[in-house]
């Protein structure tokens, strides 16, 4: 079925016909030349360059598969630290998705995968990434030459592993490190119209995805995805305060495989109650 859209889709770049569908001329330009570039519009493009019909599947596969554990592994864990740890939080994170909205709980709802506009909700993303950590060694890599790394020869054909988890709980960078702090990556700006805004600080950064030119190809993706989770359940729902026993959360002490590449958190409960708002169709 994705097959006969993609086919069709191509088809109708090619003549034209989809510019004609649309209202908003120069953004669906855009949007085709875009297309354009992409490998099932020149997978249907008669060029030798073209990949193949394995070549693609893997590549959707990668696509599918290379974010299926990491995503929800570091969704449960955010979900941890907010209910069990930092309801406050998940308040102040409703507070200012809403108002980021003027308090429409619905485009909230609705709109708040396109657009990203709750900095303190970017920030918990970013907290929950750096402190969790779920690949904590990031992914063997050999060298391909002989590397010379502060004169010491490393041959090549020598597997390395990257210590993400060093980086990220370094307390030069991370003062407290092993504390769920969001506000660690808010900082103030002053706008276009001289107006002082609190925004996500792009100049710091964490190693959960790696780094360098082999680091995680989904990483917009997977931050995006993380958003888009946390705002749709922190919508919906609100959280209750744990009774009894609370695991700990120390990921490394919360890990179910310490054998493993990943950190897999153990199952743990957490209570959530259906916003009243919610029930009468509010939000979607
Ligand atoms: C929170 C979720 C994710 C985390 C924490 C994560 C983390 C990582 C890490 C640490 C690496 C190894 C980087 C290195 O060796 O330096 C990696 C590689 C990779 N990731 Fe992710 N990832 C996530 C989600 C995704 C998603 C959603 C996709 C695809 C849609 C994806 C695609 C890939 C691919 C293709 C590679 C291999 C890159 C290469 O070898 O050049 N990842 N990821």
Same mark, same amino acid.
């Given at each position: ?10 088809e109708?770049i ?29 997978y ?26 990491n ?7 955010g979900i ?23 308090g ?21 993303v970013?907290?929950? @990434?750096r +402190? ?5 060694? !990031?992914l063997?890599?050999?060298? &391909?030459? =002989?590397?010379?790394y502060? /004169? ?76 888009v989770?946390?705002?749709? @359940?922190? +919508? ?5 305060? !744990?009774?009894?026993?609370?695991? &700990?959360? =120390?990921?490394?002490?919360? /890990?179910s495989?310490p054998e ?5 958190p153990v ?18």
């Open positions: 079925m994705f097959y006969e859209y993609a086919k069709k889709l191509h109708d090619k003549s034209g016909e989809l510019l004609t569908r649309h209202d908003d001329y120069e953004k669906t330009i855009n949007k085709i030349e875009d297309m354009k570039k992409s490998l099932m519009y020149n249907f493009e008669d060029t030798n360059t073209r990949l193949t019909t394995g070549e693609i599947t893997s590549e959707c596969l990668t696509m599918v598969s290379a974010g299926l554990d995503t929800p592994l570091n969704f449960k864990y941890h630290q907010l209910v069990n740890y930092h309801p406050e939080m998940w308040h102040t994170a409703y507070s200012e998705l809403v108002e980021a909205y003027d429409d709980v619905k485009r909230a709802y609705n709109e708040c995968g396109s657009d990203m506009r709750c900095e303190y909700i970017k920030a918990i970013q907290e929950t @990434l +402190l969790f950590t779920a690949l904590p060694m !990031a063997p890599r050999e060298t &391909t030459s =002989n590397v010379i502060q /004169n010491v020869v490393i041959p090549k054909g020598t597997t390395l592993f990257m210590n993400c988890w060093a980086g990220n709980h370094d307390e030069r960078k991370f003062p407290d490190p092993m504390t769920f702090r969001p506000e660690r990556w808010l900082t103030t700006v002053v706008t276009e119209s001289f107006q002082e805004k609190t925004v996500v600080d792009t100049t710091m950064r964490h190693f959960a995805f790696g780094i360098g030119c082999r680091m995680c190809l989904g990483n917009n993706f997977a931050i995006r995805e993380l958003y989770l946390f705002c749709k @359940l922190i +919508l919906k729902f609100e959280p209750v305060p !744990a009774t009894g026993l609370v695991p &700990t959360d =120390n990921p490394l002490a919360l /890990n495989y493993s590449l990943a950190i897999e199952p743990f409960n957490i209570v959530l109650r259906l916003r009243e708002h919610a029930g009468n169709g509010t939000p979607a």
